[in-house]
Nanobody, 121 residues
Framework: QVQLVESGGGLVQPGGSLRLSCAAS????????MGWYRQAPGKQRDLVAA???????DYADSVKGRFTVSRDNAKNTVYLQMNSLKPEDTAVYYC???????????????WGQGTQVTVSS
């Protein structure tokens, strides 16, 4: 079993910055990909940013140039640096991971508990 624990959410004014962290623990042989999704009230959960094991990244168009996803492989942790935040960035942010749990190819795919990000003056 794998656990994902997020931290770093909160209330910030428009134009401000926040850094989210998500640490994976448990039965981890290797991590293929980690990422961040967000869900605003009444809306679907959408991809914000993701990073795969080779270091390639993918971003939603709405956050390109403002958000940066990075990963510390030694700590099994993914980060989301969010700059120039806008009110429309307000949502619950969820960490996501695709994990190989043993040398034989068993895998786990799941979510963290979510962390609230509110951008408001």
């Amino acid at each position: 079993q794998v656990q994902l624990v997020e931290s770093g959410g909160g209330l910030v004014q428009p134009g401000g910055s926040l850094r989210l962290s998500c640490a994976a623990s448990g039965s981890i042989f290797s991590i293929y990909a980690m990422g961040w999704y967000r869900q605003a009230p009444g809306k679907q959960r959408d991809l914000v940013a993701a990073i795969i094991s080779g270091g390639s990244t993918d971003y939603a168009d709405s956050v390109k140039g403002r958000f940066t996803v990075s990963r510390d492989n030694a700590k099994n942790t993914v980060y989301l640096q969010m700059n120039s935040l806008k009110p429309e960035d307000t949502a619950v942010y969820y960490c996501n991971a695709d994990v190989q749990t043993d040398p034989y190819g068993s895998s786990w795919y799941g979510w963290g508990q979510g962390t609230q990000v509110t951008v408001s003056s």
